[in-house]
C-alpha cells in the first residue's frame, strides 16, 4: 500500500490545526492543509526534496528573471507581515505561501522525474 497519502494527509492535519491556533477561521485552515499536504504527498511519493538542485539557465536574461523571481517570492511574505503590523493572521498568510511554494516546487520536480521514468 502505498503510504506517501496517508502520511501527507497527517501533515495537512498538522499545518490546519496550527493555522488555526492563529487564525481560528476554518476556510483558511482547511486550504493550508491542502497545500501542504499536496507537497507532503509529492516529496514522500516522487522522493523530491525543496533543497534539490535548482533549474539552470544557460540565457543570461533568463537567470535574472529567475532570480528576480526568487527575490519576489522570499520579501513578499515579509513585507505584508511589516505592512499589516505582524499580527498573527499575517504570519498564517505567511505559512500558507510558503506552503504554495513549496507544492508548486516539489509538484514541478516530480512532473520532470515523471517524464524521465516514463
Not at 488555526?20 to 493550508?32: I, K, R, S
Request: avoid cysteine.
Amino acid at each position: 500500500m502505498n503510504r506517501a497519502l496517508p502520511l501527507a494527509a497527517g501533515v495537512g492535519l498538522l499545518a490546519a490545526l496550527g493555522v488555526y491556533q492563529l487564525v481560528p477561521y476554518l476556510p483558511t485552515a482547511v486550504g493550508t492543509a491542502a497545500v501542504y499536504a499536496g507537497a507532503a504527498y509529492f516529496h514522500l511519493a516522487f522522493d523530491v526534496s525543496l533543497l534539490a538542485e535548482a533549474p539552470r539557465f544557460e540565457d543570461r536574461t533568463d537567470r535574472i528573471g529567475y532570480g528576480l523571481g526568487l527575490f519576489g517570492l522570499s520579501v513578499t511574505p515579509l513585507l505584508f507581515g511589516h505592512y499589516a503590523g505582524g499580527d498573527a493572521a499575517v504570519f498564517a498568510f505567511v505559512v500558507a505561501f510558503f506552503g504554495a511554494v513549496a507544492f508548486l516546487t516539489l509538484s514541478e520536480q516530480a512532473r520532470r522525474l515523471g517524464d524521465e521514468t516514463g
